[in-house]
């Protein structure tokens, strides 16, 4: 299973990007599909997830009302829409998924290799 992330930059503050995550690879299903980040010295932070029905969503509270995650299940593509960025969201962006390979497989985490978004003050 791979995940390739796209769409990173630099931008100046209040503009926007949108982040892409193309999965491929054996894959039975896929449950959940979101986005992390990374800024140096900083934990991994979940940013914004999608549930299986691509309905159900949530978000760190700092974007809420500024970025919007969604979901392409037939093609197995996440998107992350940031808008009005700050330079506190400034971090690698990382694509996750949970992911079952077969019926008979539990979940599992799968990560991709992360996506660079700087936010110039």
């Known amino acids: 299973v791979q995940l390739v992330e796209s769409g990173g930059g630099v931008v100046p503050t209040g503009g926007s990007l949108r982040l892409s995550c193309a999965v491929s690879?054996?894959?039975?299903?896929?449950?959940?599909m979101g986005w992390y980040r990374q800024a140096p010295g900083k934990e991994r932070e979940v940013v914004a997830g999608?549930?299986?029905?691509?309905?159900?969503?949530t978000y760190l509270d700092s974007v809420t009302g500024r970025f919007t995650v969604s979901r392409d299940s037939a093609q197995k593509m996440v998107y992350l829409q940031m808008n009005s960025l700050k330079p506190e969201d400034t971090a690698v962006y990382y694509c996750n998924i949970r992911a079952q390979t077969s019926y008979a497989n539990g979940d599992n985490s799968y990560w991709g290799q992360g996506t660079q978004v700087t936010v110039s003050s």
């Open positions: 690879g054996r894959i039975f299903a896929i449950n959940f």
């Open positions: 999608i549930a299986k029905n691509g309905v159900a969503t």
